[in-house]
């Protein structure tokens, strides 16, 4: 996964809401079978990588 999309254009202190959540979805809505697959930690890593890069 590349997470350009979300590092590039949702940037603190502030994290614009239009720009974070566009680009929230342009990164996540290509995988959204993957993320909503309970059988896998997609989404927990996914969000654990969001968290840490937006520190």
Do not use: H, V
Request: aromatic share 10%; hydrophobic share 30%; glycine share 4%.
């Amino acid at each position: 996964m590349d997470y350009t999309i979300l590092t590039t254009q949702c940037k603190g202190p502030l994290y614009p809401k239009d720009q974070c959540c566009n680009a929230l979805k342009l990164f996540a809505c290509p995988y959204t079978n993957e993320i909503n697959d309970a059988s896998t930690n997609c989404a927990q890593t996914m969000f654990s990588y969001i968290n840490l890069q937006g520190r």
